[in-house]
């Protein structure tokens, strides 16, 4: 460090025993100082201080989050308050080190590395030992090849606590259990291991097998997993908060093997710790001894230090991407022996993950629109309900869609066999907010799609939405062997009996959209008020599904100009053809990507799109969503994202507005 270089300001977030820890170590550290604690309690923030000499008391969490002498935060409560006050330290603009887990599964840390990321600050997961010299010194025997490749790979971590119901360890309401405990120090090693051996930083496995035993108080008192990675690298882990285990780290090469005593607390106060290393040809073991005067959480703290500009830690040290992989290793752990968290069920939901009252944040880029027979604004862009397979992944993602600014959500009969209109229902009804959102519903795919199984479906709809009406309801496919009326005729008794405001249609021709709305005409119906085909800058080469239509083509986009018949369209970023690294010429991974999008005019699309992306200073996704937003007729983009941050990307197409020279310039039609 060098000399008057002003030291990182640390706060800490609760008082126990891990807590102690950490300030003891942050006292040892070069680059760090401890300013601040907060408590639940005055007593306990005070005598917490008077221990560690620490100036800045405070009496609740906000109160230091909003203490202007603290940069960083380390956060040291039970795990399920990790992800609610890590994004409120982000909110605050403070540098974020959260004590593992993160949060309680996969789909909330994805929301808390969100935060980092929108609030520009540093955050990593609090596993220390990935910080500490033994674990570089690991690194480097194996990029070494040291044992040859690795084959197997032995990694225990338990001890037995003692039963106590209502202590951290075995509450379920706690996050107890050993799985997210110590758990992940296992699964952080093995992916740390495979990774390297494969010339990366970490790896996933591509087969998990999990079993354990889950108590009485509804936690897992010990388990294990076998993995396998790529190369055939296979992997043996256990855990328990009921079971002492030896909580050693052995690795087997082609070339001998590599024994780790101590390698999850090495040296908490600096010393020597050793890695053996036996090889075949050597007479004996050889001690690799790795000495530091350095306190381990102080080394923990400093990493944090010296990685601030980064925003997140370099390898070996926990990552983001290293983060999100982990606790998904986790999420599947647990879900093989069914342990399951209350806060991950439909009660633990009531409230956002921040634990504020769900509302659109202020600067909302978002843009609005009418649908006829639709009584509220319509958010431009749709959120597509077809991936949310857990009630806490659609939670995380519908609320965040929300605080941006979005209404309108669009799910179907088929999507999940019914789960995603099952959380989308259940999200709504947790929220309480079925008259501030759009509701797109469509049913009768092939081979349903009749009047009597559009009636059938529609109803079990409803009830998997847990709702008396949808906003906007559209068959999913045609059939041209029914005719147009009896569908109008059909789709009007609905929203005679206030089951559906409006309806519509997807993957339709013109000349059926057409003679339904004629026969609705002369019967004195509604007609359809929407259409959902695809329309996207690049032009579908080969259907997406079965019975699936485009509307990108010249004549359909003339009739939607001279109709101003409101467009839904789906796959309005051509499903990630606009991201160079996942659609080129050269590159065939995705099969479904290359099958329906690549040919040599949209290669070009691509190109231009990449080009006047560069000129606005924004992504090719973004001006393939803002060239579907910028026509001149009435659009509503379905959008798809698998993350928080994929559903920012989207939302910067309505920042861009694209001119008619430049529409066609984009289509090669100028």
Not at 175 to 194: F, K, N, S
Not at 332 to 342: A, L, N, P, T, V
Request: with cysteine; charged share 25%.
């Amino acid at each position: 460090m060098a000399t008057g270089e002003k030291k990182l300001r640390w706060g800490i977030i609760g008082t126990g025993g891990i807590a102690k820890a950490f300030a003891r170590g942050v006292a040892h550290s070069k680059k760090g100082e401890l300013v601040g604690v907060a408590s639940r309690t005055k007593e306990g923030a005070e005598k917490f201080g008077a221990e560690y000499n620490i100036p800045h008391r405070h009496e609740g969490y906000d109160a230091l989050l909003a203490d202007k002498d603290i940069d960083a935060v380390y956060i040291a409560t039970p795990h399920p308050l990790h992800a609610e006050w890590a994004i409120k330290c982000a909110e605050a603009g403070k540098h974020i080190l959260c004590e593992k887990p993160v949060t309680l599964n996969y789909y909330m840390a994805l929301a808390v590395i969100e935060a980092a990321r929108r609030n520009d600050v540093f955050f990593m997961e609090a596993y220390m030992y990935r910080c500490h010299p033994q674990t570089a010194k690991l690194v480097e025997l194996l990029k070494a090849k040291e044992i040859g490749d690795v084959r197997f790979i032995q990694a225990s971590f338990g001890f037995h606590g003692g039963f106590n119901p209502n202590g951290r360890l075995f509450n379920n309401a706690l996050g107890g259990g050993g799985i997210l405990d110590v758990g992940g120090y296992c699964t952080t090693m093995a992916r740390l291991v495979a990774g390297v051996a494969l010339g990366r930083d970490f790896a996933e496995p591509i087969e998990f097998k999990g079993s354990g035993y889950v108590g009485e108080s509804r936690a897992d008192e010990w388990a294990s997993a076998s993995l396998k990675f790529e190369g055939n690298i296979v992997a043996s882990l256990s855990t328990g908060v009921s079971v002492n285990l030896d909580n050693s780290v052995r690795i087997f090469g082609t070339n001998g093997n590599i024994y780790i005593p101590t390698p999850w607390v090495p040296a908490r106060e600096g010393g020597t710790v050793k890695i053996i290393v036996t090889k075949k040809g050597e007479p004996a073991p050889r001690e690799i001894l790795i000495e530091t005067n350095e306190w381990l959480y102080g080394i923990e703290a400093d990493t944090v230090a010296d990685n601030i500009t980064n925003r997140e830690a370099k390898f070996p040290a926990m990552s983001w991407n290293d983060t999100l992989g982990n606790l998904k290793m986790q999420d599947m752990w647990r879900e093989q022996i069914g342990m399951e968290y209350d806060a991950e069920k439909p009660e633990g939901w009531t409230q956002t993950i921040h634990r504020r009252p769900l509302a659109v944040k202020k600067g909302s880029v978002m843009k609005y629109g009418k649908v006829p027979g639709i009584d509220k604004p319509v958010s431009r862009l749709v959120m597509g309900v077809d991936n949310q397979s857990v009630l806490s992944q659609a939670c995380i993602m519908f609320d965040d869609y929300y605080e941006l600014g979005g209404n309108a959500f669009d799910t179907a009969y088929i999507y999940g066999g019914g789960k995603h209109e099952s959380n989308l229902g259940e999200w709504i009804r947790l929220r309480n907010i079925r008259e501030k959102v759009v509701i797109l519903d469509k049913g009768a795919h092939t081979p349903f799609c009749n009047p009597v199984d559009l009636n059938k479906q529609f109803l079990e709809s409803l009830t998997r939405l847990k709702t008396d009406y949808v906003d906007i309801y559209m068959m999913h496919r045609d059939n041209i062997d029914i005719p147009v009326g009896e569908f109008i005729d059909v789709l009007n008794e609905h929203v005679k009996a206030g089951r559906m405001r409006a309806f519509g249609a997807s993957n339709w021709t013109i000349e059926r959209i057409e003679a339904a709305n004629e026969y609705a005409k002369k019967k004195g119906l509604k007609s359809f008020s929407a259409i959902s085909n695809n329309l996207s800058l690049a032009r579908m080469v080969n259907p997406v599904w079965g019975g699936s239509l485009s509307f990108s083509d010249p004549v359909s986009r003339a009739w939607l100009k001279k109709t101003q018949m409101p467009l839904m369209p789906w796959s309005s970023q051509a499903r990630g053809f606009f991201v160079p690294e996942r659609a080129r010429p050269d590159l065939h991974t995705d099969k479904s990507l290359s099958h329906c999008w690549y040919s040599d005019d949209n290669f070009q699309r691509q190109a231009r799109a990449l080009e006047l992306a560069k000129k606005k200073g924004v992504s090719g996704v973004t001006i393939a969503c803002a060239y579907v937003l910028c026509q001149p007729f009435p659009t509503f983009p379905l959008i798809g994202p698998r993350t928080p941050r994929e559903t920012e990307d989207s939302f910067k197409g309505l920042t861009v507005e694209l001119t008619p020279e430049e529409l066609l310039w984009l289509n090669l039609e100028s």
